[in-house]
T-cell receptor, first 115, second 112 residues
Framework: DADVTQTPRNRITKTGKRIMLECSQT?????MYWYRQDPGLGLRLIYY???????NKGEISDGYSVSRQAQAKFSLSLESAIPNQTALYFC??????????????FGPGTRLLVL | GESVGLHLPTLSVQEGDNSIINCAYS??????FIWYKQESGKGPQFIID?????DKRQGQRVTVLLNKTVKHLSLQIAATQPGDSAVYFC???????????FGKGTRLHILP
């Protein structure tokens, strides 16, 4: 069974629609992340959460919001989707870092197309 | 200037040969580095990491080398196999901070 799952795996929506991408993990990690991946641009951090009460903006948070419903669940919302939010979205988790950041474990991704 | 576009750098390697994938970083405060492998249709998968107090670390068929003087990181894959075909990302963490910064990736193509 996958440790980090994302739903849906693929989604097509229209401009202006609100959509939610969900992420669940069974690794028992405190830290969760949302990234987007665009061709040739690598991974860019949208939001991250170090525990249920902690939410932080990443590099490209505009147009997105998140909710950490539980230690195991972290959802990403697009309040009003626009075409340039078409991308591959990844959720990731890591354990608490201590002195150093710990390795991140990624879900399988959600492919989003905004028409 | 920085090249931004749809085309990743590509490394083509004969099956059985060794592969060397390079990565340059710019922040001298970066102290933790990771290599990820991303196969088509999948999320990035951890391969190996290295702390800045080391200059070499070995795993199973992989070796990461860190040269802090020139801010260069490399991933060496021994006896490259068809299953090694993927995009490889280096990532860095700056000074024990909250975030990991990912590079743009290199596509490894295995020639039969």
């Amino acid at each position: 069974d996958a440790d980090v799952t994302q739903t849906p795996r693929n989604r097509i929506t229209k401009t202006g629609k609100r959509i939610m991408l969900e992420c669940s993990q069974t690794k028992g990690h405190d830290r969760m992340y949302w990234y987007r991946q665009d061709p040739g641009l690598g991974l860019r951090l949208i939001y991250y959460s170090f525990d249920v009460k902690d939410i932080n903006k990443g590099e490209i948070s505009d147009g997105y919001s998140v909710s950490r419903q539980a230690q195991a669940k972290f959802s990403l919302s697009l309040e009003s989707a626009i075409p340039n939010q078409t991308a591959l979205y990844f959720c990731a988790t890591s354990s608490a870092g201590g002195t150093y950041q710990e390795t991140q474990y990624f879900g399988p991704g959600t492919r989003l197309l905004v028409l | 200037g920085e090249s931004v576009g749809l085309h990743l750098p590509t490394l083509s390697v004969q099956e059985g040969d060794n592969s060397i994938i390079n990565c340059a970083y710019s922040n001298s405060a970066s102290d933790y580095f990771i290599w990820y492998k991303q196969e088509s249709g999948k999320g990035p998968q951890f391969i190996i990491d290295i702390r800045s107090n080391m200059d070499k670390r070995q795993g199973q068929r992989v070796t990461v080398l860190l040269n802090k003087t020139v801010k260069h990181l490399s991933l060496q894959i021994a006896a490259t196999q068809p299953g090694d075909s993927a995009v490889y990302f280096c990532a860095e963490n700056i000074g024990g901070g909250d975030k990991i910064i990912f590079g743009k990736g290199t596509r490894l193509h295995i020639l039969p």
